[in-house]
């Protein structure tokens, strides 16, 4: 008599397989975990009090890479230029991708909120400090430096996740041919906000640095007379231990350095 075979070491290992083949795929293209947030105290050489305070808060910007007609489309002199917009390909402006747009508030639907702010990547397309999102589409323009200039192409993710997605003439759609591509992904980017312990009467500069209080600054921004704050966005990780922040004197006196802490 012969017994029937029994699957289950077959089943079993196959399932291993399986779930051995999605670990190796890694996050699929979701961001990396956020680092923790940061703080930093400003303290004047040879003080032993504090001036003031910085925070390095972590978060997830948006990295785009726009191709049209099988090219890359250029930061600058792009003879299509590209933008990123909110909601629809004729939604609010969110950012250039290149140079060439002309933004009023005629083909804005009226809005005059400032842009988000942008850095161009060095592995090409540009950093855009806007949370990932399936609602942003990004548009081509037919030709630069005009406000009504026709959009050629226009296209939206699937998700917040890394991806590559086609770029549609807009009056067609995905029903159309896609006549360009776009990359999107995550980047892990930081926040900072310098608080000083009273106000400037001059501006005073501050700067996020790598190593120490003279290291090469990263980013470099303002506190304005009469205020005691000041903000910006680095596209990069927060680094306890590698970060310092300066601020150079507008009334402050002395400068102030911290060493960027966990």
């Known amino acids: 008599m012969v017994r029937p075979r ?14 051995l083949a999605l670990a190796g795929c890694g996050t699929h293209g979701l ?4 680092a923790s947030p940061v703080s930093v105290s400003l303290v004047a050489q040879g ?4 001036a003031g305070t910085a925070s390095l808060t972590p978060f997830d910007a948006l990295h785009v890479a726009p191709f049209y007609r099988g090219s890359a489309i ?6 299509h230029p590209a933008q990123l917009r909110a909601g629809s390909c004729i939604g609010p402006f969110v950012a250039a991708l290149s140079d ?7 083909n804005n639907g009226g809005a005059t909120a400032p842009p988000a702010a942008t850095r161009p990547d060095p592995r090409g397309g540009m950093d855009v400090s806007v949370t990932p999102s399936a609602n942003l589409y990004v548009v081509v ?3 630069p430096n005009d406000a009504s200039a026709p959009i050629v192409a226009c296209g939206n993710p699937l998700s917040d996740r890394r991806q590559y997605f086609d770029l549609y003439p807009p009056d067609v759609g995905s029903n159309g041919v896609g006549r360009g591509t776009a990359l999107v992904e995550p980047v892990a980017s930081t926040r900072i906000t310098v608080t000083l312990n009273s106000t400037v009467t001059a501006p005073a500069t501050w700067a ?19 205020k005691r704050t000041g903000a910006g966005i680095v596209f990069q990780s927060a680094q306890a231990g590698v970060w310092w922040v300066s601020v150079a004197p507008g009334d402050v006196g002395s400068s ?4 960027a802490t966990s």
Do not use: K, M, Y
Request: net charge negative; proline share 11%; charged share 10%.
């Open 256 to 259: 102030l350095c911290g060493e």
């Open 74 to 79: 250029p930061v600058t002199g792009a003879p």
């Open 6 to 19: 029994s699957f289950f070491p077959v089943i079993v290992v196959a399932t291993l397989l399986v779930v």
């Open 47 to 50: 003080a032993s009090q504090r």
């Open 31 to 34: 961001a990396a975990p956020l």
């Open 141 to 143: 323009l037919d030709h």
């Open 100 to 106: 060439g747009n002309i933004i009023t508030p005629t």
């Open 208 to 226: 996020i640095r790598t190593g120490s209080c003279d290291g090469a600054p990263l980013v470099t921004g303002t506190i304005p007379a009469g």
